[in-house]
């Protein structure tokens, strides 16, 4: 019953990892960069819920909307003034472009609002409700249904819009899409924007539960590389399921060994699967 | 004398695409031979094979009488097999002779003796007035040549050039040509890969093999396969006739 | 090396022997210290991250294995600094040869992920294990005793810094630097005059692996106190990636150049930003990546270039 109980709160975290996990999955899909500023944009998602709650008392369990198109259009800024003028040359100077953007904004925050960890208090957060006899947390419900509402619109968009076949075929052949008449680099900055927006949502999710400081995003960065990973790069259905995959095994890690240790077993996971099946569960290719 | 090079019944499959379906061929030392087939018919992809960068599935490839299935490329080419690849790339930020000194290195028991090697094969393919200047930026059939060149420095004695002559014009052409002639003179036995049979390849070829869709259909002398009835069929005579059928 | 070669490179080494004769201020002999430290991790990553072109971004756990070696073996067998030292060059020489063999085998950004991956192990491994007491880190003894101590632990730096110089001269003009460059390049053209990658790379980052586990353990000997997020953070992975970015990636003198602009800015810096140093970095990556990403030297490259070699024919 506590192992139940272990994989439904897993779950339930799972679905927010699922979340920032498919943003970074999108942009490697369609541009194939791995943006290693995905977790301090979801830092910056997160000090706009906080200070929209404090300041302005947007309650962030919808607010999280606002938030997430805040940060589309930052993304989309970002991509047209510095991401784009590395498209096409190595991975390299990619990575290292995106980190220092990462750094860049984990630094602004801290000359901004200092190393103070911060936090919002809802009503909502301190219930606890029960299905059975398992209980859980409500405001990780709410965040885990919003997250799966915000995952299943990201499919159907992908799925029956102009826009999201558009990308689809830029992730599926990027030298065949401009003969299509697709404008890659419209397109590109588009799924940059949105990946982006989905980081900065899950921000704003996370902010009832957790606490924000400038520092914050860096293990959701790693852990969304690992989830990534483990689905499959580029894949969004993986990513979806790698992030609830990656929920459950460290909510059993805590519950059978020991809470820090869950940082360590993500990263066992994810050499494991780079060498042993690094296509993931859903990639095509190997890399 | 036994075949430089025996490729016997080799096999590849991508997954389920056939790419290399039971190919039989030798070549001897000394010789040039054109292996013929539009792309996708598996040239690359033989030369992939031999050279290493793919493993057969089945069959067996002897290069001196030694199997070399399952070799990577950089022991290949510790062996005696230059390959230039269809894409070349040269490297950039080195300069023309530091690029051939890439190739020379690989026997040379010291920075002076690679640096000497390489100028005599510069000399050799006349590029030696380039010698100082970047990589980058330098035209298309110089970039060619450069890539024998390098080939060449490494010892090579079984040299694969993969589309050699693509994109150059026909002046361009005619100094590969050239060069072809003298590498048999310079001991290397050449085997190159190109689409269609050329006016160039009859004149040059010894031997000829066709493929057609990852299938040998043909092998012989340039006369003979170029008045093949399978060969005319599968290339619809037109291509065909760009050759020059006449003497 | 040719004598324009080895001048400057005397007189800059024998500058920095100098130093603790004219200059008395114990800040600033710190900053020089740090400016040496950085320069050898900034010239070891070079080896694998500039002439390579291998993205790693775990190097500073070689860093955490050097620092974490000298305090280890001191506390648990008594070992002097000297023998903690040599057993972290090996240790982390073993590091490189598993890391390598598992991450070399990865391309392009997941090769860099695999590295930061291994990097983060075993900042958690530290920062969970009881022997290295966690969070709380560990003491390292000093080098010397005082008094002194510590400006000899300078002068023992030097070397160090002298050493990895003179290891990337070598490296620069000899076949194992263009059997590296030719891999950064392209793989398979390396593989096609006679090049084994994999040996290759793994021997770059055994030399680079060795040099910054010694600078780990002169590190954590001259500040005396290690812990995690002081040795074994990634930033500072990140920071020897920009220092050799910053001077010059794939040369001699770019990372010393490097060096010396990023800490002396960073403590520049300092005295009027308090919290500014990591939007610095950041500020730095971005404008290296984008305008400059040959670094300062290709600045004077440029020059030399146009003044003495003759134009390329332009066909």
Same mark, same amino acid.
């Given at each position: 019953?506590?192992?139940?109980?272990?994989?439904?709160?897993?779950?339930?975290?799972?679905?927010?990892?699922?979340?920032?996990?498919?943003?970074?999955?999108?942009?490697?899909?369609?541009?194939?960069?791995?943006?290693?500023?995905?977790?301090?944009?979801?830092?910056?998602?997160?000090?706009?819920?906080?200070?929209?709650?404090?300041?302005?008392?947007?309650?962030?369990?919808?607010?999280?909307?606002?938030?997430?198109?805040?940060?589309?259009?930052?993304?989309?800024?970002?991509?047209?003034?510095?991401?784009?003028?590395?498209?096409?040359?190595?991975?390299?100077?990619?990575?290292?472009?995106?980190?220092?953007?990462?750094?860049?904004?984990?630094?602004?925050?801290?000359?901004?609002?200092?190393?103070?960890?911060?936090?919002?208090?809802?009503?909502?957060?301190?219930?606890?409700?029960?299905?059975?006899?398992?209980?859980?947390?409500?405001?990780?419900?709410?965040?885990?249904?919003?997250?799966?509402?915000?995952?299943?619109?990201?499919?159907?968009?992908?799925?029956?819009?102009?826009?999201?076949?558009?990308?689809?075929?830029?992730?599926?052949?990027?030298?065949?899409?401009?003969?299509?008449?697709?404008?890659?680099?419209?397109?590109?900055?588009?799924?940059?924007?949105?990946?982006?927006?989905?980081?900065?949502?899950?921000?704003?999710?996370?902010?009832?539960?957790?606490?924000?400081?400038?520092?914050?995003?860096?293990?959701?960065?790693?852990?969304?590389?690992?989830?990534?990973?483990?689905?499959?790069?580029?894949?969004?259905?993986?990513?979806?399921?790698?992030?609830?995959?990656?929920?459950?095994?460290?909510?059993?890690?805590?519950?059978?060994?020991?809470?820090?240790?869950?940082?360590?077993?993500?990263?066992?996971?994810?050499?494991?699967?780079?060498?042993?099946?690094?296509?993931?569960?859903?990639?095509?290719?190997?890399? | 004398?036994?075949?430089?090079?025996?490729?016997?019944?080799?096999?590849?499959?991508?997954?389920?695409?056939?790419?290399?379906?039971?190919?039989?061929?030798?070549?001897?030392?000394?010789?040039?031979?054109?292996?013929?087939?539009?792309? #996708?018919?598996?040239?690359?992809?033989?030369?992939?094979?031999?050279?290493?960068?793919?493993?057969?599935?089945?069959?067996?490839?002897?290069?001196?009488?030694?199997?070399?299935?399952?070799?990577?490329?950089?022991?290949?080419?510790?062996?005696?097999? #230059?390959?230039?690849?269809?894409?070349?790339?040269?490297?950039?930020?080195?300069?023309?002779?530091?690029?051939?000194?890439?190739?020379?290195?690989?026997?040379?028991?010291?920075?002076?003796?690679?640096?000497?090697?390489?100028?005599?094969?510069?000399?050799?393919?006349?590029?030696?007035?380039?010698?100082?200047?970047?990589?980058?930026?330098?035209?298309?059939?110089?970039?060619?040549?450069?890539?024998?060149?390098?080939?060449?420095?490494?010892?090579?004695?079984?040299?694969?050039?993969?589309?050699?002559?693509?994109?150059?014009?026909?002046?361009?052409?005619?100094?590969?040509?050239?060069?072809?002639?003298?590498?048999?003179?310079?001991?290397?036995?050449?085997?190159?890969?190109?689409?269609?049979?050329?006016?160039?390849?009859?004149?040059?070829?010894?031997?000829?093999?066709?493929?057609?869709?990852?299938?040998?259909?043909?092998?012989?002398?340039?006369?003979?396969?170029?008045?093949?009835?399978?060969?005319?069929?599968?290339?619809?005579?037109?291509?065909?006739?760009?050759?020059?059928?006449?003497? | 090396?040719?004598?324009?070669?080895?001048?400057?490179?005397?007189?800059?080494?024998?500058?920095l022997l100098s130093i603790p004769l004219?200059m008395?201020?114990a800040?600033?002999q710190q900053?020089v210290f740090?400016?040496v430290i950085?320069?050898?991790?900034?010239?070891?990553?070079?080896?694998?991250?500039?002439?390579?072109?291998?993205?790693?971004?775990?190097?500073?756990?070689?860093?955490?294995?050097?620092?974490?070696?000298?305090?280890?073996?001191?506390?648990?067998?008594?070992?002097n600094p000297w023998?903690?030292t040599?057993?972290?060059?090996?240790?982390?020489?073993?590091?490189?040869?598993?890391?390598?063999?598992?991450?070399?085998?990865?391309?392009?950004?997941?090769?860099?992920?695999?590295?930061?991956?291994?990097?983060?192990?075993?900042?958690?491994?530290?920062?969970?294990?009881?022997?290295?007491?966690?969070?709380?880190?560990?003491?390292?003894p000093g080098l010397f005793s005082e008094p002194n101590g510590d400006r000899k632990t300078y002068l023992a730096s030097v070397p160090l810094?002298?050493?990895?110089?003179?290891?990337?001269?070598?490296?620069?003009?000899?076949?194992?630097?263009?059997?590296?460059?030719?891999? %950064?390049?392209?793989?398979?053209?390396?593989?096609?005059?006679?090049?084994?990658?994999?040996?290759?790379?793994?021997?770059?980052?055994?030399?680079?692996?060795?040099?910054?586990?010694?600078?780990?353990s002169l590190y954590a000997s001259v500040f005396q106190?290690?812990?995690?997020?002081?040795?074994?953070?990634?930033?500072?992975?990140?920071?020897?990636?920009?220092?050799?970015?910053?001077?010059?990636?794939?040369?001699?003198?770019?990372?010393?150049?490097?060096?010396?602009?990023?800490?002396?800015?960073?403590?520049?810096?300092?005295?009027?930003?308090? %919290?500014?140093?990591?939007?610095?970095?950041?500020?730095?990556?971005?404008?290296?990546?984008?305008?400059?990403?040959?670094?300062?030297?290709?600045?004077?490259?440029?020059?030399?270039?146009?003044?003495?070699?003759? %134009?390329?024919?332009?066909?």
């Open positions: 019953m506590a192992t139940l109980q272990a994989i439904l709160n897993g779950l339930l975290v799972g679905g927010i990892y699922a979340l920032i996990a498919m943003g970074m999955a999108l942009v490697f899909g369609v541009m194939r960069l791995v943006n290693f500023a995905h977790g301090s944009f979801l830092m910056v998602g997160m000090y706009l819920a906080f200070f929209g709650y404090t300041l302005l008392r947007i309650n962030p369990y919808w607010g999280f909307v606002l938030v997430g198109g805040a940060l589309f259009l930052i993304g989309f800024g970002i991509y047209w003034l510095f991401i784009r003028r590395v498209m096409g040359q190595s991975d390299f100077l990619q990575i290292l472009l995106t980190e220092g953007i990462s750094l860049c904004l984990v630094g602004g925050a801290q000359l901004l609002f200092t190393g103070d960890y911060r936090s919002i208090s809802l009503p909502l957060a301190d219930r606890t409700a029960n299905a059975g006899a398992l209980n859980f947390n409500v405001a990780y419900a709410v965040s885990f249904a919003i997250a799966l509402l915000g995952a299943t619109c990201m499919y159907l968009y992908m799925r029956y819009t102009e826009m999201g076949r558009a990308i689809r075929a830029v992730a599926q052949n990027q030298g065949v899409a401009p003969l299509m008449g697709i404008r890659v680099g419209w397109v590109s900055g588009i799924s940059f924007a949105f990946g982006v927006a989905c980081a900065g949502a899950a921000g704003a999710l996370l902010l009832p539960v957790f606490y924000v400081n400038p520092t914050v995003g860096g293990p959701y960065n790693l852990k969304s590389f690992v989830i990534v990973v483990l689905g499959g790069m580029g894949s969004l259905e993986g990513a979806a399921l790698g992030g609830l995959l990656l929920g459950v095994t460290e909510g059993l890690t805590a519950y059978y060994w020991e809470d820090s240790y869950t940082q360590v077993v993500d990263f066992v996971v994810f050499l494991a699967v780079l060498l042993l099946r690094p296509q993931g569960l859903f990639g095509k290719k190997a890399p | 004398m036994a075949p430089l090079l025996q490729l016997k019944h080799v096999v590849k499959r991508f997954g389920g695409l056939l790419a290399t379906n039971d190919i039989s061929f030798d070549v001897a030392e000394g010789e040039i031979v054109f292996i013929i087939g539009p792309n #996708g018919a598996g040239k690359t992809t033989l030369f992939n094979l031999i050279s290493g960068y793919v493993v057969a599935d089945s069959g067996e490839i002897l290069y001196r009488g030694q199997d070399i299935v399952g070799m990577r490329p950089y022991q290949t080419t510790r062996l005696g097999i #230059g390959r230039t690849f269809q894409i070349v790339k040269p490297l950039p930020s080195l300069t023309v002779r530091e690029n051939v000194m890439l190739g020379s290195f690989l026997h040379a028991r010291s920075r002076a003796e690679a640096r000497r090697k390489a100028d005599e094969v510069l000399g050799f393919l006349g590029l030696e007035a380039r010698a100082d200047s970047l990589a980058a930026g330098m035209p298309l059939a110089q970039r060619k040549l450069l890539e024998v060149a390098r080939a060449l420095a490494t010892g090579a004695k079984l040299l694969l050039l993969d589309e050699v002559m693509a994109g150059l014009n026909p002046t361009e052409s005619g100094e590969i040509v050239a060069l072809l002639k003298r590498l048999r003179d310079f001991g290397v036995t050449a085997v190159g890969g190109v689409e269609h049979i050329m006016r160039v390849v009859m004149a040059l070829a010894t031997r000829v093999v066709v493929l057609d869709q990852g299938a040998k259909l043909a092998e012989g002398a340039p006369e003979a396969v170029v008045h093949d009835p399978r060969v005319i069929e599968a290339y619809l005579g037109s291509k065909f006739t760009q050759g020059g059928a006449a003497p | 090396m040719s004598t324009s070669r080895w001048l400057p490179a005397a007189l800059f080494f024998a500058f004219w008395r201020d800040y600033l900053i740090r400016v950085f320069a050898v991790l900034g010239v070891a990553w070079n080896l694998v991250g500039g002439y390579a072109g291998q993205l790693s971004l775990g190097h500073v756990a070689y860093f955490g294995i050097g620092a974490y070696s000298v305090a280890l073996f001191h506390e648990r067998f008594g070992w023998a903690g040599l057993a972290g060059v090996l240790l982390a020489a073993v590091a490189a040869l598993g890391i390598g063999s598992l991450t070399f085998r990865l391309r392009g950004p997941y090769f860099a992920l695999s590295t930061l991956a291994t990097a983060e192990i075993l900042r958690l491994l530290a920062l969970n294990l009881s022997f290295t007491h966690g969070a709380l880190g560990m003491i390292a810094l002298a050493l990895a110089f003179l290891l990337t001269t070598w490296t620069h003009q000899s076949r194992f630097g263009y059997s590296l460059r030719a891999i %950064r390049e392209n793989e398979d053209t390396a593989m096609a005059v006679g090049i084994n990658p994999a040996w290759e790379k793994l021997k770059a980052l055994l030399l680079s692996a060795v040099l910054v586990a010694a600078a780990g106190f290690i812990g995690p997020d002081s040795v074994l953070a990634i930033d500072l992975s990140v920071q020897m990636a920009l220092i050799a970015m910053l001077g010059g990636a794939g040369t001699v003198w770019g990372p010393i150049i490097g060096s010396v602009v990023l800490t002396v800015s960073a403590e520049w810096l300092k005295a009027y930003l308090e %919290r500014a140093h990591l939007l610095v970095y950041g500020l730095l990556l971005v404008v290296v990546v984008l305008f400059l990403p040959g670094g300062v030297v290709s600045i004077f490259k440029q020059r030399w270039f146009q003044r003495t070699r003759p %134009r390329t024919q332009a066909a």
